[in-house]
């Protein structure tokens, strides 16, 4: 429904999950956390309009206002977004929005643990090419690499991400 939007509550029940393997009554593979200067995270990667949602949440306010640095540098007054239960939440606006049966908007974030995804990179470096002719008025300057970026997967399996369906609306809707 339109008001099942994301909550902290949301965030901590999928860390949750991961650590436990299992969602409800399913039993998934247990994710690992990422190692960040020695600490564990997990990550969280929504939709603009969740991160408008979660702001409205009082537990929210009540925690960037509580647990955060007092004065101009708190999260509540800069836009920094936060890291709640160990999870570092991060929000794009290419995070998919789609329409359910009964036309509520909802987004697909992602609950991400390690080894989610992976990048290759086919050279140490971009290959760079100065040529010092003009093009009537500038110098040429190519440029290119091969790299890649793909969701890892192993046997089919999907051991590093949990996929979190919420209500989000356009705030100015």
């Not at 929000?91 to 989610?116: C, E, I, K, P």
């Not at 790299?147 to 356009?170: M, R, T």
Request: net charge negative; hydrophobic share 35%.
């Amino acid at each position: 429904t339109a008001s099942d939007v994301i909550t902290l509550q949301d965030i901590t029940n999928a860390k949750t999950c991961a650590e436990a393997g299992e969602i409800g009554s399913t039993t998934i593979y247990k994710q690992r956390p990422i190692m960040i200067d020695g600490q564990s995270y997990y990550i969280y990667v929504g939709h603009p309009y969740d991160r408008h949602n979660l702001k409205k949440d009082s537990e929210w306010k009540d925690a960037m206002h509580q647990a955060e640095v007092r004065g101009k540098g708190n999260p509540l007054f800069t836009g920094v977004v936060a890291i709640w239960d160990g999870v570092l939440l991060y929000f794009h606006d290419q995070v998919v929005l789609q329409n359910n049966a009964s036309s509520v908007q909802y987004s697909t974030g992602l609950f991400l643990g390690a080894q989610a995804a992976y990048w290759v990179q086919a050279q140490p470096g971009p290959d760079w090419v100065e040529k010092t002719f003009d093009y009537g008025w500038k110098y040429g300057i190519g440029t290119a690499m091969m790299f890649g970026f793909d969701k890892v997967k192993y046997n089919s399996i999907d051991f590093s991400c949990i996929a979190l369906n919420s209500a989000c609306q356009n705030p100015k809707a």
